[in-house]
């Protein structure tokens, strides 16, 4: 269940529970109808969540190149949007059907040009494209075309809107007279991550290969969707050496290529100081320690969800994992 479907369930029961007494009289109820104080603790949680949510904002990049940042959806997906001759260009999806209406309105501010393509760039971001019409070209790297064919596990996407097109490691077409290269170089965020580049407008929207609203210190790296730190460094670097001045992350700001220069340094000086230290047969609290990290537990939040692997633990497990 995504996060938009949690809050509004827990929204719609908030709103139930204050029409029949209230929180504190919610708190008071017992059986199986009642909701306890960790229910409500929880519910809280997904309240605060909500009323963090950023409001849709549109950010013009260059004279044909859109950023859709913020929307429904609890920490909701960067996504761009390319205005060519004769129809929109979707870069990336955002988290909740209800968040892709949202930039489809704002889209129509713009232009009355129908949404004919859409880039998916991996396959964390693919929910809100079913607000899109059915129909339309969806490229995609092959790796994510699979898990989207696997996933049973997380709300599934209908195979209506499963990849029309994809694509294996570098292909450059145009679309809508816009030029775009589309590249995939090693397993990083996830087995299937896709950078979109536009260099006639030197533009790279990376997806979630680098995010803003995440420490310097880490990445965000799925090992469940076959995902990797190492190969994350290897794609970096690569996209360093395209001829482009913004960065489109994932999630929160634009990037310069002087700010993915230094996260990179940053990831790079760490994997090389682990190596070292795994080489002496260090474990991983003791590296932990050494780095100056907590070795405490990880805790569960509100949800009851434990937090992702830290990039320390993803090095670690790489580096210790039996190939």
């Known amino acids: 269940m995504n996060n938009l ?3 509004d369930l827990g929204l719609a029961v908030v709103a139930a529970l204050v029409s029949v007494g209230g929180l504190a009289g919610a708190q008071q109820q017992k059986g199986p109808r009642g ?3 960790k229910d409500i603790e929880k519910l809280q949680a997904l309240i605060d969540d909500y009323k963090r949510l950023e409001p849709l904002k549109v950010t013009k990049i260059n004279e044909n190149i859109y950023l859709a940042k913020g929307g429904r959806g609890g920490n909701d997906a960067n996504v761009g949007f390319v205005v060519g001759k004769s129809g929109v260009i979707f870069v990336d999806s955002k988290n909740s059907p209800e968040s892709e209406k949202d930039m489809l309105a704002e889209i129509a501010k713009i232009t009355p ?17 079913t607000a899109l019409p059915t129909g339309l070209a969806i490229i995609a790297q092959e790796n994510t075309k699979k898990e989207m064919e696997v996933s049973t596990a997380r709300d599934a996407v209908p195979q209506d809107y499963f990849p029309t097109k994809t694509i294996g490691n570098d292909e450059t077409m145009t679309i809508d007279g816009v030029r775009v290269r589309l590249l995939h170089w090693a397993p990083a965020h996830t087995s299937g991550d896709l950078t979109a580049y536009f260099p006639d407008q030197k533009v790279v929207f990376a997806g979630d290969l680098i995010v803003t609203d995440f420490p310097l210190a880490g990445t965000q790296i799925h090992p469940e969707l076959h995902g990797s730190l190492a190969g994350w460094i290897e794609s970096v670097k690569e996209m360093l050496a395209l001829d482009a001045e913004t960065y489109v992350s994932g999630h929160g700001d634009l990037f310069t290529k002087n700010d993915v220069r230094t ?10 100081r682990m190596k070292a230290m795994v080489a002496q047969g260090k474990s991983l609290d003791e590296i932990k320690t050494a780095l100056g990290e907590s070795t405490a537990p990880p805790q569960r939040n509100a949800q ?20």
């Not at 040009?113 to 494209?129: M, Q």
């Open 304 to 323: 009851g969800n434990l937090p992702p692997p830290t990039t320390t633990e993803i090095i670690y497990s790489e580096m210790t994992s039996k190939k």
């Open 113 to 129: 040009e129908p949404v004919n393509t859409a880039i998916i760039l991996h396959s964390d971001h693919e929910f809100g494209i």
């Open 263 to 272: 996260k990179l340094e940053f990831i790079q000086d760490k994997w090389d």
């Open 5 to 7: 479907r949690r809050l």
């Open 35 to 37: 909701v306890g104080p």
